[in-house]
């Protein structure tokens, strides 16, 4: 396939640059070094100190024999990523966190590092300053709870009975999300049982706090929580607090197995429950809190899936919070068509021969809960997660099997595609928009019950899914004119862009990708460039531009109180959002998109790839982010790619959802 047909165009073309050839050639080729045996891709997914500080407490909670080096390793990062305030940030050089502070000092104790070391003295200080401890989140406190650092009083009470309450109920299982909803099942057992932490070394932490940790109740108020519902689910808690120990035992008995039913229909083997680690490390702990021993065939398999997490280098170690292949894969197979030649073409496609079996066509997920009658068709971000298919993955994997057969004139993917979109169409949410991993969860109240100080219960619609949604339909050939859903999701698309001409990004760091998202599903569709949202979008973007010729934004762009762009570092990945936005809304001829291309060639490292050390992706906006280790190598050669391939073409026109 020529490259001018890997920009969806068809266009006589006419001959590259030659440097900005070298330098797809050369990402090209380093990216095909990073292949798996079978063809499927799959990078580091890092998240900030919290999950690895985490492992190390889950090995001490449960009495594991102590992997001294592997600890060590793990100690070496936990001190790298320090911060110079001496706490712990969410992200590369970022805020003091007092959550991931406490967790990092917690763990670091754990294996040993003596508490006058200089470091533990900087983070004792940093976490003293800011009113000790006393400030972690909800999660941190059930981990202190039960290492007996704090009391059960300083939680909310989580009754496990949750698991029997009607759908009708204010409060149900289905009406939070997938991540909420796994996390919650195995430690709504935990909070039952009220079980203690072996911890043979007897390690606590109380230097940490300015009040004896004992004496501690309940959160504060987050800022995102209103006084009125907040006030209202204090007082439940209040109540349940008295009530819970008069609940009947043979109701609580029955909870408890509804809850580990519950778990066992989706352990989904060495994936985890959720695919996720903190259902997963909440599962093993949940076992054991039920008397099963290590060798119990659940709570095994679980356990061995939390050590897959595990990146072992030869100095450092981490555990990541779940992994990507599918996702990896899928946005390096677009790279790749992009990028076009002897080698990509098939690599592409060898690729998405991988994804193919990876649908989900025979399990009808907690999502069909809201949606009964929608087949399944989706695919999932990790290697398997049945229960938990996402809709994101699903629209770029569809895509670009669309886009694989449009190069070879083939229909071998005629039948995945469909169902990926049936599934996707049954999907939409009643506001037109697109969520992850859930319909219809608009149940806005329940971020402001006190487990919710994170504000992340829910998996609403966001304009970034929404995007990737439409592009996909419009790619398969939907308009506004023929699609109910693409002109509801249109609609809902203008109702969200900001005064300033951008969209929120809520699975990417933030208001460049999604913007990048949004101006590829309009012009997908069909609005036109001249379009005042069009205008509007484009004019933000290239006012952001930095001046090195690159884009960066930083995670502080989250906070509650926006009130425009917080600039950054410029990133690789960033910079290529932004590029691929800006050319698909016709402004491949503009002087700041090659300032931006130049940008990257000038970057590319000898490897052919691009270094990053920032976090551009979002796990939980103001809670967790995410640093993707293939963002940096897809994102930027799929950038040049097109530019080459516009530059190539006489329409100038992106002729594909993305």
């Not at 900087?122 to 650092?149: D, K, P, Q, Y």
């Not at 800022?223 to 109540?239: A, E, K, M, N, Y």
């Not at 009964?372 to 999932?380: E, I, K, L, Q, S």
């Not at 049945?386 to 190069?407: C, H, K």
Request: charged share 20%; proline share 6%; hydrophobic share 40%.
């Amino acid at each position: 396939m020529s490259s001018k047909m890997a920009s969806g165009t068809d266009s006589v073309g006419i001959g590259p640059d030659a440097a900005l050839e070298a330098s797809i050639q050369s990402a090209t080729r380093a990216l095909l070094d990073l292949r798996q045996a079978d063809g499927h891709w799959v990078f580091e997914l890092e998240a900030d100190c919290t999950i690895p500080a985490e492992y190390v407490l889950l090995r001490h909670y449960l009495g594991e024999p102590v992997d001294t080096v592997l600890e060590g390793k793990i100690a070496n990062y936990l001190r790298r990523v320090q911060g110079a305030h001496g706490g712990w940030p969410l992200v590369h050089e970022g805020d003091f966190d007092m959550s991931a502070s406490v967790k990092a000092y917690f763990a670091l104790k754990m294996i040993g590092e003596p508490i006058d070391a200089p470091h533990m003295a900087r983070a004792r200080e940093a976490i003293h300053s800011r009113g000790g401890a006393i400030h972690s989140n909800v999660f941190t406190r059930f981990m202190l709870a039960m290492f007996g650092v704090l009391t059960w009083r300083s939680v909310p009470v989580l009754p496990v009975e949750i698991m029997l309450l009607p759908m009708w109920s204010p409060f149900h299982l289905n009406k939070i999300s997938y991540w909420a909803r796994t996390t919650i099942v195995p430690l709504m057992v935990l909070a039952a049982l009220k079980p203690r932490a072996r911890n043979a070394s007897g390690v606590g932490i109380d230097e940490l706090f300015l009040q004896p940790p004992h004496s501690i109740r309940m959160t504060a108020k987050a800022p995102h929580q209103s006084w009125g519902w907040f006030l209202l689910f204090r007082g439940l808690d209040s109540v349940l607090r008295v009530i819970e120990p008069l609940f009947p035992k043979k109701l609580r008995a029955r909870a408890i197995d509804s809850a580990v039913a519950f778990v066992e229909e989706r352990l989904n083997g060495e994936d985890g429950l959720g695919a996720i680690y903190p259902p997963m490390a909440n599962t093993v702990m949940m076992y054991e809190v039920l008397g099963k021993p290590a060798d119990y065939p659940p709570r095994a398999v679980t356990r061995r899936g939390l050590d897959k997490l595990l990146v072992i280098g030869e100095h450092e170690a981490y555990c990541q919070p779940c992994v990507s292949p599918v996702w990896d894969t899928a946005l390096t197979c677009h790279a790749m068509l992009e990028a076009g030649g002897e080698e990509a073409l098939p690599s592409a496609k060898a690729g998405l021969d991988w994804l193919l079996p990876r649908q989900v066509l025979d399990v009808k997920g907690d999502w069909a809960v809201k949606s009964p009658n929608v087949r399944p068709g989706g695919w999932a971000f990790q290697y398997n997660n049945d229960y938990y298919p996402d809709l994101d993955d699903t629209a770029v994997v569809v895509m670009a099997m669309d886009r694989a057969q449009r190069a070879s004139r083939s229909h071998e993917f005629d039948t995945a595609i469909a169902r990926g979109r049936e599934w996707i169409e049954g999907m939409q949410s009643r506001d037109g928009g697109w969520a992850a991993f859930d319909v219809n969860n608009l149940e806005y109240y329940l971020n402001n019950i006190p487990f919710s100080d994170h504000g992340a219960l829910l998996d609403p619609p966001t304009e970034d899914v929404t995007a990737r949604c439409i592009s996909m339909l419009a790619q398969l050939g939907e308009t506004a004119q023929t699609s109910k859903s693409v002109a509801d999701g249109v609609d809902y698309l203008r109702r969200t862009q900001l005064a300033e001409g951008s969209w929120y990004g809520r699975w990417g760091l933030n208001y460049v990708y999604g913007t990048w998202s949004v101006l590829c599903a309009l012009n997908a569709v069909g609005v036109s460039h001249q379009d005042p949202m069009m205008r509007k979008a484009a004019d933000w973007l290239l006012s952001i531009q930095n001046a090195d010729g690159g884009w960066g934004e930083d995670a502080t762009s989250y906070r509650l109180d926006y009130k425009g762009f917080d600039g950054a570092p410029t990133t690789a990945s960033q910079t290529a959002w932004a590029l691929l936005g800006l050319m698909a809304v016709g402004e491949v001829e503009n002087p700041a998109v090659l300032r931006g291309v130049e940008y990257l060639k000038s970057t590319q490292t000898e490897k052919g790839l691009w270094d990053e050390q920032r976090y551009t992706a979002t796990g939980f906006p103001r809670v967790f982010y995410l640093r993707y280790h293939g963002y940096s190598k897809f994102f930027p050669l799929w950038a040049l790619a097109r530019y080459r391939n516009l530059n190539s073409t006489n329409s100038r026109v992106v002729g594909v959802g993305m």
